[in-house]
């Protein structure tokens, strides 16, 4: 999947076609049959240590799971329930989204949460039924987003987190440490922007934000490359258009393997033609050179970028997250 510059005089430009990494090298040929059995081994596998996420939310799931928590743990609430607690307590200025919180209202909502865990036996109580609650909840899962409406694609995401959780395993991490990585993988490479509206309506409930609050609007980003308050290298010459950080995401097998595999070879280019880039870079306004994203492209790629674009090919490569699986012969 390398791509680099042969000579000083020829440049090898980023395409969308790459040619060989972990995932490609070893299932190129992948067939659908073998992406599914890949989940099933790891389940058998790991059925000791972790217990998948149900590609399906179900009433029965979720009345296991509540009955096993009360039966440990009587006087549990859930979190917008703790919050009502938690408002019937506070005696202060309203706490508004958007609106910074003065040293007061910040006194008196402390004042509130230690009212509100009072009644569970203080903090330190609290906190010990949440992490035993935690622990059920990972023992008897349930498939929340396939609840909600506003989530159209929980089937997907299931699929996705334990995928990512079983092949975090696999290279040696922690199950903890393996569903951190999956929950930042999942809002990278799959459409989480229900997380967004979600947050909103539950600060509206608990009285933290205005009811009338609009949900926001996602809208394309166009960038002017001449204005002078462009930040953003123009690489367009070279096959990277628009944001060079920015990718799609696809809900479908071999579009989103392909969107991936095309970021990797920009990427690799941008590494590997150091001078093309370097000149973009020179022709942003000196007030835009140092920022991060300019000025620390390499180490960007390398530590963080590139790392999580080759765990989520090999993720799409071997496993079946959509569907919609359109396998090259």
Excluded: C
């Amino acid at each position: 999947m390398n791509v680099t510059s042969t000579n000083a005089n020829t440049q090898v430009y980023a395409t969308s076609k790459t040619q060989a990494t972990k995932a490609t090298s070893a299932y190129e040929v992948t067939s659908q049959t073998k992406k599914t059995d890949r989940m099933s081994e790891m389940q058998e596998k790991y059925k000791d240590v972790y217990t998948p996420i149900p590609e399906t939310y179900t009433k029965g799931s979720k009345e296991l799971q509540q009955s096993k928590i009360y039966e440990a743990y009587p006087n549990y609430l859930t979190g917008p329930e703790f919050l009502k607690l938690v408002d019937a307590a506070y005696d202060g200025e309203p706490i508004q989204l958007g609106k910074e919180v003065t040293q007061e209202q910040k006194d008196k909502q402390k004042i509130a949460f230690d009212a509100a865990y009072a009644i569970f036996g203080g903090e330190e109580a609290y906190s010990d039924m949440m992490k035993g609650v935690k622990e059920i909840q990972n023992k008897y899962p349930v498939n929340n987003w396939g609840k909600d409406e506003s989530v159209h694609n929980g089937r997907e995401l299931a699929r996705f987190t334990n995928a990512v959780i079983y092949d975090g395993l696999e290279d040696g991490k922690s199950l903890d440490d393996a569903k951190i990585y999956a929950g930042k993988l999942r809002s990278s490479f799959m459409d989480t922007s229900y997380s967004v509206r979600n947050f909103l309506d539950t600060l509206i409930k608990a009285g933290r934000a205005d009811p009338d609050a609009q949900q926001p609007k996602y809208t394309k980003n166009e960038i002017d490359f001449n204005a002078t308050n462009n930040s953003v290298m123009d690489l367009r010459k070279y096959g990277i258009d628009g944001n060079w950080e920015l990718y799609k995401i696809l809900e479908n097998q071999q579009a989103m393997t392909s969107e991936i595999e095309k970021k990797i070879n920009q990427f690799n280019f941008m590494l590997n033609n150091e001078d093309l880039v370097k000149g973009a870079y020179s022709k942003l306004d000196s007030s835009y050179q140092d920022l991060g994203n300019n000025a620390g492209y390499k180490q960007l790629i390398r530590d963080e970028y590139m790392p999580d674009m080759k765990e989520a090919l090999d993720i799409f490569k071997n496993y079946k997250i959509y569907d919609s699986i359109d396998i090259k012969g």
